[in-house]
C-alpha cells in the first residue's frame, strides 16, 4: 500500500542538498580576473574537450575555456581567429574559466556563468539562464 511518508522522506532528505543549490561554485573562489586581446586560435574539435581560446595579450597567450559546444551553437557564438576579444573569468593555474566573453567589434557577449559561478547550460529551478525555470516558470527560449 503506499503512504504520503513514502512520498515525503525523500523530500525532506533533500532539504540540506537544495539548501546548498543557492551556493558559490567552487570555481567561483577564484579571482576574477578581465583580458583584452585578439583571438590566435579557436579550439573546438569533437572529443578533445570543451571548447577554448587561445587570447593574445600583453606580449602572452591566455587560454580560456568557453562551455560545451551545444551551448556555444545555442548562443549563436562563433569567435574566429583575429577577432579582438575582452574575456572576464575565473583564474586558473593554466588559463581561465570564463564568465563572459565580448567580441568587441561585433558587439556580441556570451554569457557563460551567473553570479555565483554555476554554469549557465545547467538545469533546475535554482538556475538562471537560457530555458531554465525561475520565478515564471517556463522561461521561454531566447
Do not use: C
Not at 44 to 73: M, N, R
Not at 92 to 108: C, M, N, R, S, Y
Request: glycine fraction near 14%.
Amino acid at each position: 500500500m503506499f503512504r504520503i511518508a513514502d512520498l515525503l522522506v525523500p523530500v525532506f532528505l533533500g532539504l540540506p542538498l537544495a539548501a546548498q543549490m543557492g551556493d558559490r561554485a567552487p570555481v567561483a573562489s577564484n579571482p576574477i580576473v578581465e583580458i583584452s586581446g585578439v583571438i590566435g586560435q579557436v579550439l573546438v574539435a569533437p572529443g578533445q574537450g570543451v571548447p577554448s581560446l587561445e587570447v593574445k595579450h600583453d606580449g602572452q597567450t591566455t587560454k580560456v575555456y568557453l562551455g560545451p559546444l551545444h551551448y556555444l551553437i545555442a548562443e549563436n557564438f562563433s569567435p574566429k581567429t583575429g577577432q579582438e576579444v575582452v574575456v572576464k573569468g575565473y583564474k586558473q593555474p593554466d588559463g581561465v574559466i570564463a564568465i563572459q566573453v565580448t567580441l568587441t567589434k561585433e558587439q556580441k557577449t556570451l554569457k557563460l556563468r551567473d553570479g555565483n559561478g554555476w554554469p549557465l547550460w545547467r538545469g533546475g529551478p535554482w538556475r538562471g539562464g537560457r530555458g531554465r525555470m525561475m520565478a515564471g516558470w517556463p522561461v521561454p527560449a531566447k
